[in-house]
């Protein structure tokens, strides 16, 4: 563990070996000066009890280098003083202690178009960076029975595109508004100060895994773009990717969410192109829906310097897969679907 200190904050970081990336944390308040730290790797996860020698304020703001995935936190200190040291930590078992769900308050709930909402939330006492391509699993309460997994999205991609109210004790999630959904209906309509429940990071995904490919090809439908959100902000640091080929399949024009914000992120590494199945007849852009001839014009056959994520419907997956290994000869290691 690091440390470094300035009269009136304490900041801290853990590095693990560069071939073990780290995917996510996890911070819970204890006492006003004893932490937990839960470290997500790709298969494990380490635990840190840290006790400080004096009080700090909760929560902490945190800076991740999206490249080796180090985070750094930073406590503001009760005296504004310093420290001769910082305390003591230790490594404790990380048992797994199952779904573990945590009220979390409404800070923002933000229309981004006709079905979509931007819901911004923070838990008390508790803080989580959730690794990139993995969910969360959302109940209305705690002593719900329905429950759906949820994919959090950065931010912002760009700076101009903040959430409202967030901070970096908070999750942000896209969510459609589905008029038989088992929660989407009652999720979209959450007013500011109300909560909803989430668990911790559900899922296996390792995003370290795909970092040898130079071209990432991405295939969303609907929502399926929330997870790609995420692989998007960390590739567009990534030195050696040069491409990313977003392809947003959609219904028809009121369908597509967050034009706008990719759009100002899109040029000579990101490109965006909308695939409309059912455009009106003024559309000029793409129409269809995931197909052979569709993919091989604009991903092409197998490269062996680029992979491919896929996150929508079964269906739409599974057609995708098939034109992709099937007849545009991409392997299985080169791709990745989310569920």
Same mark, same amino acid.
């Given at each position: 563990?690091?440390?470094?200190? +300035?009269?009136?904050?304490?900041?801290?970081?853990?590095?693990?070996?560069?071939?073990?990336?780290?995917?996510?944390?996890?911070?819970?308040?204890?006492?006003?000066?004893?932490?937990?730290?839960?470290?997500?790797?790709?298969?494990?996860?380490?635990?840190?009890?840290? #006790?400080?020698?004096? #009080?700090? $304020?909760?929560?902490?703001?945190?800076?991740?280098?999206?490249?080796?995935?180090?985070? $750094?936190?930073?406590?503001?200190?009760?005296?504004?003083?310093?420290?001769?040291? @910082?305390?003591?930590?230790?490594? *404790?078992?990380?048992?797994?202690?199952? %779904?573990?769900?945590?009220?979390?308050?409404?800070?923002?709930?933000?229309?981004?178009? =006709?079905?979509?909402?931007?819901?911004?939330?923070?838990?008390?006492?508790? %803080?989580?960076?959730?690794?990139?391509?993995?969910?969360?699993?959302?109940?209305?309460?705690?002593?719900?029975?329905?429950?759906?997994?949820?994919?959090?999205?950065?931010?912002?991609?760009?700076?101009?595109?903040?959430?409202? &109210?967030?901070?970096?004790?908070?999750?942000?999630?896209?969510?459609?508004? @589905?008029?038989?959904?088992?929660?989407?209906? !009652?999720?979209?309509?959450?007013?500011?100060?109300?909560?909803? *429940?989430?668990?911790?990071?559900?899922?296996?995904?390792?995003?370290?895994?795909?970092?040898?490919?130079?071209?990432?090809?991405?295939?969303?439908?609907?929502?399926?773009?929330?997870?790609?959100?995420?692989?998007?902000?960390?590739?567009? *640091?990534?030195?050696?990717?040069?491409?990313? =080929?977003?392809?947003?399949?959609?219904?028809?024009?009121?369908?597509?969410?967050? $034009?706008?914000?990719?759009?100002?992120?899109?040029?000579?590494?990101?490109?965006? +192109?909308?695939? %409309?199945?059912?455009?009106?007849?003024?559309? +000029?852009?793409?129409?269809?829906?995931?197909?052979?001839?569709?993919?091989?014009?604009?991903?092409?056959?197998? &490269?062996?310097?680029?992979?491919?994520?896929?996150?929508?419907?079964? %269906?739409?997956?599974?057609?995708?897969?098939?034109?992709?290994?099937?007849?545009?000869?991409? +392997?299985?290691?080169?791709?990745?679907?989310? !569920?």
């Amino acid at each position: 563990m690091e440390w470094k200190q +300035t009269n009136e904050s304490v900041t801290f970081s853990f590095q693990v070996a560069p071939s073990n990336l780290t995917l996510g944390y996890e911070l819970c308040k204890v006492t006003d000066t004893k932490i937990m730290f839960k470290i997500i790797l790709e298969d494990q996860a380490m635990v840190y009890e840290l #006790n400080l020698i004096d #009080n700090v $304020e909760w929560p902490p703001t945190w800076t991740r280098n999206l490249v080796t995935m180090k985070a $750094e936190f930073t406590f503001t200190k009760r005296e504004k003083r310093p420290w001769l040291n @910082y305390g003591t930590h230790v490594l *404790v078992d990380a048992m797994d202690p199952g %779904l573990e769900l945590r009220e979390y308050q409404v800070v923002s709930n933000e229309r981004l178009s =006709n079905l979509i909402h931007l819901l911004v939330v923070r838990p008390k006492d508790f %803080l989580q960076i959730v690794p990139i391509g993995r969910h969360v699993i959302a109940q209305l309460s705690l002593r719900s029975h329905t429950s759906r997994p949820y994919n959090p999205v950065p931010p912002c991609l760009h700076p101009d595109d903040m959430a409202s &109210n967030y901070t970096t004790d908070c999750l942000c999630f896209m969510i459609k508004k @589905y008029s038989d959904g088992a929660l989407s209906p !009652c999720m979209t309509t959450l007013q500011i100060g109300q909560t909803v *429940v989430f668990s911790q990071s559900v899922g296996s995904f390792a995003i370290g895994k795909y970092d040898r490919f130079s071209i990432i090809h991405m295939l969303a439908a609907g929502t399926g773009l929330t997870v790609m959100l995420g692989i998007i902000e960390r590739a567009l *640091v990534i030195r050696r990717v040069r491409t990313i =080929n977003l392809l947003h399949f959609n219904k028809d024009e009121e369908s597509i969410f967050y $034009e706008q914000q990719l759009e100002r992120i899109s040029g000579q590494k990101l490109k965006v +192109t909308h695939i %409309l199945r059912n455009p009106k007849s003024t559309w +000029t852009g793409k129409r269809g829906i995931v197909s052979r001839k569709l993919l091989k014009a604009l991903v092409g056959r197998r &490269n062996p310097d680029a992979c491919v994520f896929i996150c929508g419907p079964k %269906l739409f997956a599974q057609n995708a897969q098939s034109s992709l290994r099937q007849q545009l000869g991409w +392997t299985s290691y080169q791709i990745y679907e989310f !569920c």
